[in-house]
């Protein structure tokens, strides 16, 4: 069955750095959309960013555009959200997405930022 498993979320500074890993199995990892999610509590979950099969065609919302970077390793099923530049409007817990006929979602990893 399909699994995702995200690590790498933690407590950081304003200003500081995470890079977030979401492990992938159950499916054919590099024919598939990749996607970070994150979900503050009572707001709706948000698309962060998103990467093609192939690692091209990166979308990322407006909010993380150029301190955000996601990346994925098609031999080792794994997808990466590096975060620069934290804010401590970032904190949420992030979540690794992928739709195989239905929409999937790992546990969720939380980041905050504060100091």
């Known amino acids: 069955q399909v699994q995702l498993v995200e690590s790498g979320g933690g407590l950081v500074q304003p200003g500081g750095s995470l890079r977030l890993s979401c492990a992938a199995s159950g499916f054919p990892f590099s024919i598939y959309a990749m996607s970070w999610y994150r979900q503050v509590p009572g707001k709706e979950r948000e698309l962060v960013a998103s990467?093609?099969?192939?690692?091209?065609?990166?979308n990322y919302a407006n909010s993380v555009k150029g301190r955000f970077t996601i990346s994925r390793d098609n031999a080792k099923h794994t997808v990466y959200l590096q975060m620069n530049g934290l804010k401590p409007e970032d904190t949420a817990v992030y979540y690794c997405?992928?739709?195989?006929?239905?929409?999937?979602w790992g546990q969720g990893t939380q980041v905050t930022v504060s100091s």
């Open positions: 997405s992928t739709w195989v006929f239905i929409r999937y």
């Open positions: 990467m093609s099969p192939a690692g091209g065609s990166p």
